[in-house]
Protein backbone atom coordinates (compact mmCIF):
# COMPACT_ATOMS: atom_id res chain seq x y z
CA UNK A 1 0.00 0.00 0.00
CA UNK A 2 1.54 3.63 -1.12
CA UNK A 3 1.14 5.98 1.72
CA UNK A 4 2.49 9.32 2.14
CA UNK A 5 2.46 11.05 5.32
CA UNK A 6 3.40 15.02 5.41
CA UNK A 7 4.15 16.84 8.55
CA UNK A 8 5.77 20.58 9.43
CA UNK A 9 2.78 23.15 8.43
CA UNK A 10 1.34 25.62 10.76
CA UNK A 11 0.95 29.10 11.13
CA UNK A 12 4.21 31.66 10.58
CA UNK A 13 4.38 35.27 10.13
CA UNK A 14 5.13 36.88 6.69
CA UNK A 15 9.16 36.60 6.06
CA UNK A 16 9.18 33.33 8.17
CA UNK A 17 9.92 29.90 7.41
CA UNK A 18 8.97 26.22 7.41
CA UNK A 19 9.89 23.18 6.06
CA UNK A 20 7.61 20.47 5.40
CA UNK A 21 8.28 16.77 5.19
CA UNK A 22 6.78 13.95 3.90
CA UNK A 23 7.58 10.22 4.39
CA UNK A 24 6.26 7.27 2.08
CA UNK A 25 6.39 3.80 2.47
CA UNK A 26 7.80 1.12 0.46
CA UNK A 27 11.13 1.37 -1.31
CA UNK A 28 9.08 2.59 -4.87
CA UNK A 29 10.13 5.95 -3.14
CA UNK A 30 13.95 5.01 -4.47
CA UNK A 31 13.16 5.23 -7.97
CA UNK A 32 10.31 8.01 -7.54
CA UNK A 33 9.44 11.16 -8.74
CA UNK A 34 8.43 12.92 -6.17
CA UNK A 35 6.92 16.59 -5.33
CA UNK A 36 5.14 19.29 -3.50
CA UNK A 37 1.68 21.25 -4.99
CA UNK A 38 -0.54 23.47 -3.41
CA UNK A 39 -4.06 24.53 -2.98
CA UNK A 40 -5.56 27.64 -2.00
CA UNK A 41 -9.04 28.83 -0.87
CA UNK A 42 -10.99 28.72 -3.93
CA UNK A 43 -8.30 27.95 -6.64
CA UNK A 44 -7.45 24.58 -8.42
CA UNK A 45 -4.17 22.77 -7.15
CA UNK A 46 -0.44 24.04 -8.70
CA UNK A 47 2.77 22.77 -8.59
CA UNK A 48 5.44 23.79 -6.08
CA UNK A 49 8.25 21.98 -6.98
CA UNK A 50 9.35 18.56 -7.98
CA UNK A 51 12.36 16.17 -7.49
CA UNK A 52 13.58 13.27 -9.81
CA UNK A 53 15.21 10.02 -8.23
CA UNK A 54 18.22 11.21 -9.59
CA UNK A 55 18.02 14.51 -7.53
CA UNK A 56 16.92 17.22 -10.73
CA UNK A 57 14.30 19.49 -9.35
CA UNK A 58 11.82 22.16 -11.05
CA UNK A 59 10.28 25.10 -9.13
CA UNK A 60 7.30 26.99 -10.22
CA UNK A 61 8.08 30.56 -11.06
CA UNK A 62 6.28 31.88 -7.10
CA UNK A 63 8.77 29.22 -5.34
CA UNK A 64 12.27 29.97 -7.42
CA UNK A 65 14.82 31.70 -4.67
CA UNK A 66 12.45 31.31 -1.71
CA UNK A 67 12.04 27.11 -1.62
CA UNK A 68 13.87 24.32 -1.98
CA UNK A 69 13.03 20.92 -2.76
CA UNK A 70 15.62 18.03 -1.45
CA UNK A 71 15.14 14.10 -0.66
CA UNK A 72 16.19 11.87 1.89
CA UNK A 73 16.62 8.56 0.11
CA UNK A 74 17.53 6.64 3.31
CA UNK A 75 14.83 8.06 5.22
CA UNK A 76 12.26 7.53 2.22
CA UNK A 77 11.22 11.29 2.42
CA UNK A 78 11.63 14.34 0.37
CA UNK A 79 11.30 18.29 2.49
CA UNK A 80 10.46 21.37 0.93
CA UNK A 81 12.05 24.45 2.61
CA UNK A 82 10.17 27.50 2.52
CA UNK A 83 11.65 30.94 3.35
CA UNK A 84 10.60 34.42 2.99
CA UNK A 85 7.23 33.45 3.30
CA UNK A 86 4.24 35.76 2.01
CA UNK A 87 0.87 35.73 2.87
CA UNK A 88 0.01 34.33 -0.66
CA UNK A 89 1.41 31.60 -0.16
CA UNK A 90 -1.36 30.47 2.44
CA UNK A 91 -2.75 26.85 0.98
CA UNK A 92 -2.90 23.27 1.88
CA UNK A 93 0.61 21.71 1.12
CA UNK A 94 -0.01 17.97 -1.00
CA UNK A 95 2.64 15.77 -1.62
CA UNK A 96 3.21 13.84 -4.85
CA UNK A 97 4.32 10.39 -5.08
CA UNK A 98 4.59 9.12 -8.68
CA UNK A 99 5.38 5.30 -9.27
CA UNK A 100 5.83 5.09 -13.22
CA UNK A 101 2.77 6.45 -14.44
CA UNK A 102 0.08 6.98 -11.72
CA UNK A 103 0.18 9.57 -9.05
CA UNK A 104 0.01 9.22 -5.23
CA UNK A 105 -1.52 12.24 -2.83
CA UNK A 106 -0.74 12.70 1.02
CA UNK A 107 -3.13 13.96 3.02
CA UNK A 108 -2.12 17.59 3.10
CA UNK A 109 -0.81 19.80 5.35
CA UNK A 110 -2.13 23.29 6.16
CA UNK A 111 0.14 26.13 5.88
CA UNK A 112 -0.89 29.85 6.91
CA UNK A 113 1.01 33.07 6.31
CA UNK A 114 -0.28 35.97 8.13
CA UNK A 115 0.94 39.33 7.37
Known amino acids: QVQLVESGGGLVQAGGSLRLSCTASGSWFLTSKMGWYRQAPGKQRELVAT???????NYAESAKGRFTISRDNAKNTVYLQMNSLIPEDTAVYYC?????????WGQGTQVTVSS
Open 51 to 57: ITSGGST
Open 96 to 104: LGRIRTTDY
